[in-house]
T-cell receptor, first 116, second 113 residues
Framework: GAGVSQSPSNKVTEKGKDVELRCDPI?????LYWYRQSLGQGLEFLIY????????KSGLPSDRFSAERTGGSVSTLTIQRTQQEDSAVYLC??????????????FGPGTRLLVL | AQSVTQLGSHVSVSEGALVLLRCNYS??????LFWYVQYPNQGLQLLLK??????LVKGINGFEAEFKKSETSFHLTKPSAHMSDAAEYFC???????????FGRGTQLTVWP
């Protein structure tokens, strides 16, 4: 079946504007994750959803960042009042939950965000 | 808590040579371990994972890794490098519960002709 999809693939915005990034997980995957990848920072965890709830949002860097998931499927990551340090590739992943921690996370292609 | 250390941010090998990418982990519980590969402008793709059972794990593209509990290591190897192996490789660990992966900083592999 289809893999994880993310949109847009690229986003250029001006400092101070809000942006929304979308993730469509693999059908049937109830676990969804957001990570951020930037030069010099590696892969940073942002938030984890189980269904529509977020049991771990410890990686969100500030209150400008928020995420929601509706219908146990699509997730949106919103960054308000963007700053230049928000420039990064935002990666979404999803997984099944049947075998718990053994499950593989499947990653989307990412959204490349550039804040001017 | 879990963490991963990848020794060597850059590794260069000649085509046909052995590839060895190092990963050491720290985990307070028996870990689940993963290796992912990332090609330019793409997401991460799973190469292999260790969950339980056999400590030598075989993955895609001829890669394998061995879980050594006594050394807290999960090094990735491939007997003969190919030009197409040039990419960034990430080691990751997870504890006993479903949740985030803890990633290493990544190792960029360059393969010379």
């Amino acid at each position: 079946g289809a893999g994880v999809s993310q949109s847009p693939s690229n986003k250029v915005t001006e400092k101070g504007k809000d942006v929304e990034l979308r993730c469509d997980p693999i059908s049937g995957h109830t676990a969804l994750y957001w990570y951020r990848q930037s030069l010099g920072q590696g892969l940073e965890f942002l938030i984890y959803f189980q269904g529509n709830s977020a049991p771990d949002k410890s990686g969100l860097p500030s209150d400008r960042f928020s995420a929601e998931r509706t219908g146990g499927s699509v997730s949106t990551l919103t960054i308000q009042r963007t700053q230049q340090e928000d420039s990064a590739v935002y990666l979404c992943a999803s997984s099944s939950v049947l075998r718990g921690a053994q499950e593989t996370q499947y990653f989307g292609p990412g959204t490349r965000l550039l804040v001017l | 808590a879990q963490s991963v250390t990848q020794l060597g941010s850059h590794v260069s090998v000649s085509e046909g040579a052995l590839v060895l990418l190092r990963c050491n982990y720290s985990s307070s519980v028996p870990p689940y371990l993963f290796w992912y590969v990332q090609y330019p402008n793409q997401g991460l793709q799973l190469l292999l994972k260790y969950t339980t059972g056999a400590t030598l794990v075989k993955g895609i593209n001829g890669f394998e890794a061995e879980f050594k509990k006594s050394e807290t290591s999960f090094h990735l190897t491939k007997p003969s490098a190919h030009m197409s192996d040039a990419a960034e490789y990430f080691c990751a660990v997870r504890g006993s519960t479903l949740g985030r992966l803890y990633f290493g900083r990544g190792t960029q592999l360059t393969v010379w002709p």
